[in-house]
């Protein structure tokens, strides 16, 4: 998702002189920074050569990606005969990523969802329930907006960026984008799709001396993705029936052969994000 920009100079020497002398000057447009992460490890430059390890853990809110809305299993309570959720997926919310700079504007995690349980609409007022486990990677940005795609980290089994469900002939893709859309174009805005705090622990004994001033930091990231695009390519066994006024309602698009939804949702939060044996954290802007 990168854009070429070209800008060509024309001028002309018969005026260049006159130019410098005469023409007003005008002052450098400074970069707006919203804040650094940043990453320590004593005794180690942290490089593309010599990178760090990070990785935490955390918890889902509320997911919704393409027809599937994520819930947790559905039950009903004989006794209050009140519908009932268990968790959104039967695993811990789970990251890991690299890190090659001690500061940054950006900061990845590969996020692992494992065993998540969600329902599909069938029409008629009937759902069937599927099972899915995917990696989504995120790129974070210090002015709170978020990048999905390919993890940095390597991935062993399925592909990323891929939900296969069980007990599902669909198969959801979820494309490269920003979050939100205009964060690509307007990096000098700030938004609200992420918010980052830190946590301090103070170390005692040997463990001490490894970081610097006996304190270890890490890193939390609360998140709230709107608007998440996904695609799901039809077949005989994964058939397209408009609904009307569907839920989530996604859009046959013709040229491709893919049901695509705008609507996704990811409400989740990644707590103690830890940096093998350092320090990991973000400094807002002054």
Not at 135 to 144: D, M, P
Not at 173 to 181: G, K, N, V, W, Y
Request: proline share 5%.
């Amino acid at each position: 998702m990168k854009t070429l920009r070209m800008t060509i100079v024309v001028a002309i020497a018969a005026c260049m002189l006159a130019a410098v002398f005469a023409a007003p000057s005008f002052a450098v447009k400074e970069p707006v920074i919203f804040g650094k992460f940043h990453a320590k490890i004593l005794g180690q430059t942290i490089s593309p050569t010599s990178q760090g390890q990070t990785k935490g853990h955390g918890s889902i809110s509320e997911m919704r990606i393409g027809p599937y809305k994520f819930t947790g299993e559905k039950k009903n309570n004989p006794k209050t005969h009140q519908l009932e959720f268990g968790p959104i997926c039967e695993k811990e919310l789970t990251s890991k990523g690299l890190v090659s700079e001690e500061v940054s504007e950006t900061f990845e995690q590969a996020m692992y969802f494992k065993k998540c349980i969600g329902y599909r609409k069938l029409g008629g007022g009937l759902e069937e329930p599927v099972i899915a486990s995917f990696v989504i990677g995120v790129k974070f940005a210090s002015n709170f907006s978020a990048e999905l795609g390919e993890p940095e980290v390597e991935i062993h089994g399925k592909g990323p960026l891929v939900i296969k469900a069980k007990k599902s002939f669909c198969e959801v893709t979820i494309p490269e984008q920003f979050i939100p859309l205009q964060a690509e174009e307007h990096p000098e805005k700030e938004f609200e799709s992420a918010s980052y705090t830190n946590e301090e622990e103070t170390l005692e004994g040997g463990k001490a001396k490894k970081y610097e001033g006996g304190v270890e930091k890490k890193l939390d990231i609360e998140m709230l993705f709107k608007k998440i695009h996904a695609n799901v390519k039809t077949s005989p066994q994964c058939h397209y029936t408009k609904e009307e006024n569907g839920e989530n309602e996604g859009l046959f698009n013709p040229d491709t052969g893919e049901v695509e939804y705008k609507s996704g949702l990811l409400e989740a939060e990644l707590e103690e994000i830890t940096l093998k044996k350092g320090s990991v954290w973000f400094e807002p802007a002054a």
